[in-house]
């Protein structure tokens, strides 16, 4: 897989000129300078994309969506505002962006009243942003055929599974993006102590992937929801500590923040006044793979 056109920022310059490459395929694919840590999977319109992305401006997150209509929304989207972005950073004093890329928002005829409103890019960009969304992308892809296609094993950090379609009849149960099977292609893609985050409004659905982590064999363990769950008077990420401990754990309370408030179906449960059932599961450093 060719990456570099979705992070041209991230391209290794230095290794795609080796001499010693001895296929052509070696010698002229570009590489990135790093594999992509943060999947978010059915990611819709993409507003947990255009929220984490200044909050890891150093990794690389890509969207996968199997709807051909909102991922080419959602790729306009990004080259706006990647265009935005280098301008309102060029006003407070950074390069000056290049001619011919003051990029508009595109309009779509999608109907989907989930579609995001204008209104969150001027708020986003009113003041610099970190990383200038560069390292977020999405690519249209059914992620139920083609997840170990697109990512080395071990190699995310996190998973994404933010309000999948429900698919309520039993007969549609098999077209779920979690189940057993499906785990198991998480866990082989995820790095040990990676974290998959579950978020849905239909407690059916979260009872559904619950057992399917709880049924993964020791691949994942349960985060607990006293970890996870928001603390009074916490603002962002401000833990202090080893890894796996407060600074972990603030990370994904942070997380788990961003995704109920940020995805645009969690602002439409919100605005319904409806519930939210949070999943967050550890991919365990030593999986037993059968
Ligand atoms: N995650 C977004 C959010 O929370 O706002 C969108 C949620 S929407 C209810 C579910 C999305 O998953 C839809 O955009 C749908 O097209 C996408 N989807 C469903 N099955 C998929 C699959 N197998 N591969 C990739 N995307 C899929």
Not at 101 to 111: F, G, M, S
Request: aromatic content about 8%.
């Amino acid at each position: 897989m060719d990456w570099s056109p979705h992070y041209p920022s991230f391209v290794d310059t230095e290794s795609n000129v080796k001499p010693e490459a001895d296929s052509l395929d070696a010698a002229t694919t570009p590489t990135l300078d790093r594999q992509i840590a943060i999947a978010d999977i059915g990611c819709g319109f993409g507003g947990l994309l255009f929220a984490l992305a200044p909050k890891y401006p150093e990794s690389l997150i890509l969207g996968l969506e199997i709807r051909t209509s909102v991922t080419e929304y959602v790729e306009q989207k990004i080259l706006a505002m990647r265009a935005q972005a280098r301008n309102s950073n060029s006003k407070s004093a950074l390069p000056k962006p290049e001619p011919n890329e003051d990029v508009k928002i595109p309009k779509t005829e999608l109907d989907d009243d989930a579609k995001p409103a204008p209104t969150d890019l001027d708020l986003m960009l009113s003041g610099p942003v970190p990383g200038n969304f560069q390292n977020i992308s999405v690519l249209r892809a059914n992620t139920m055929k083609f997840l170990p296609n697109l990512f080395p094993a071990s190699s995310l950090s996190k998973i994404f599974l933010c309000f999948p379609d429900p698919h309520f009849k039993t007969r549609k149960h098999k077209a779920r993006i979690v189940s057993p099977g499906l785990v198991s292609e998480y866990a082989f893609v995820m790095k040990p102590g990676g974290v998959v985050y579950t978020i849905t409004d239909v407690e059916d659905l979260h009872l559904w992937m619950t057992g399917a982590f709880r049924g993964s064999g020791g691949l994942f363990e349960e985060v607990p929801g006293d970890v996870w769950q928001e603390r009074e008077g916490e603002e962002g990420l401000n833990g202090e500590g080893t890894e796996m401990g407060e600074k972990w754990e603030a990370e994904v309370r942070d997380d788990v923040r961003i995704m109920r408030e940020e995805t645009e179906e969690g602002k439409k449960v919100t605005r319904n006044g409806g519930q939210k059932f949070v999943g967050v599961w550890r991919r365990a450093a030593d999986p037993p793979w059968p």
